[in-house]
């Protein structure tokens, strides 16, 4: 399969808990990225990690990389009700999408 | 900031009918794309698109679709003849680069009565 597969399917937290997620993936990769889907909407890039690279941080978002085990997670910290949403690693040249981890945020 | 803009926002049609699904990609952008999302299911890849001409395309991309560039703004859809089953969301997306991040457009909704 050429899709990202992403683990939990569903997470459910409360506001201000971290929400861990991750990926795993089957073919090689120039960089990995995560998507955000809100219910109905178009999808949204929310970062990108470099093959080279093992870790990036970008405002409440930390991304790792492991790509001798093709694996990926995303770290949300400090959630808010807002973060409510199904995240994404979509797979080979990141066009393929999973079912994605639906995460929901209970105020 | 620039955006993929999709029209229409929301489309009923009679099976059997044809429709033309409209996006405008973001300007400096080389590669297009269409998905479509049945409700309540995943984002299915259609079609990529680069250089004026099909570069790969899924098993649900049969020979009711096509796609079209037909200017140097527009990248539109186009389903011969609908059926019920082709309801669902169907999303435009564009990106600069093979490896560059994905721009969504906010969906065409699609309804086959």
């Known amino acids: 399969s050429q899709q990202g597969e992403e683990d939990p399917q569903a997470l459910s937290i409360q506001e201000g808990e971290n929400a861990t997620m991750n990926c795993s993936y089957k073919t090689s990769i120039n960089n990995l990225q995560w998507y955000r889907q809100n219910s109905g909407r178009g999808l949204v890039h929310l970062i990108l990690i470099r093959s080279n690279e093992r870790e990036k941080h970008s405002g409440r978002l930390r991304v790792t990389l492991d790509t001798s085990k093709k694996s990926s997670s995303l770290l949300i910290t400090a959630s808010r009700a807002a973060d409510t949403a199904s995240y994404f690693c979509?797979?080979?040249?990141?066009?393929?999408f999973g079912t994605g981890t639906r995460l929901t945020v209970i105020p | 900031e620039p955006e993929v803009t999709q029209t229409p926002s929301h489309q009923v049609t009679q099976m059997g009918q044809e429709v033309i699904l409209r996006c405008v990609p973001i300007s400096n952008h080389l590669y297009f794309y269409w998905y479509r999302q049945i409700l309540g299911q995943k984002v299915e890849f259609l079609v990529s698109?680069?250089?004026?001409?099909?570069?790969?395309k899924s098993e649900i991309f049969d020979d009711q679709f096509s796609v079209e560039r037909p200017d140097g703004s527009n990248f539109t859809l186009k389903i011969r003849s609908t059926k019920l089953e082709d309801s669902a969301m169907y999303f435009c997306a564009s990106r600069q680069g093979l490896s560059g991040e994905l721009f969504f457009g906010e969906g065409s909704r699609l309804t086959v009565l």
């Open positions: 979509p797979g080979a040249n990141n066009l393929f």
């Open positions: 698109f680069y250089n004026n001409e099909i570069s790969e």
